[in-house]
């Protein structure tokens, strides 16, 4: 099974941009479907981002498309999860998940690995 790290995460202000990242150990993360999620105090988790093994296809939340950019460095092994024009809704543990498949829609129960969360506060 995958490891996974992520970091990156900090308190910003609304409009400043953030990168994580999610660094994977133990096997190649190019194999694996990977996807950002997102939990507020209070609120269920949230799908953010996802991005496939096989055709690199991306997929966006509708409240995060437009602003945020996954993309994946398979020389180091990890995804990034690029963030602009952050807002304060955006704040949140933002965790990375990983899955040699995650079915149709990048699901979160669909995923087998998920690293500790790296949390991310937008507050003026």
């Known amino acids: 099974q995958v490891q996974l790290v992520e970091s990156g995460g900090a308190l910003v202000q609304p409009g400043d941009s953030l990168r994580l990242s999610c660094a994977a150990s133990?096997?190649?993360?190019?194999?694996?479907?990977v996807a950002w999620f997102r939990q507020a105090p209070g609120k269920p988790r949230e799908g953010v981002s996802c991005?496939?093994?096989?055709?690199?296809?991306?997929s966006y939340a509708t409240s995060v498309k437009g602003r945020f950019t996954i993309s994946r460095d398979s020389a180091k092994n990890t995804v990034y999860l690029q963030m602009n024009s952050l807002k304060p809704e955006d704040t949140g543990v933002y965790y990375c998940?990983?899955?040699?498949?995650?079915?149709?829609?990048?699901?979160?129960?669909?995923?087998?690995?998920w690293g500790q969360g790296t949390q991310v506060t937008v507050s003026s």
């Open positions: 133990g096997r190649t993360l190019d194999y694996y479907d």
């Open positions: 991005i496939r093994t096989n055709s690199g296809f991306t």
């Open positions: 998940a990983a899955d040699p498949d995650s079915g149709y829609d990048c699901a979160a129960d669909q995923f087998g690995s």
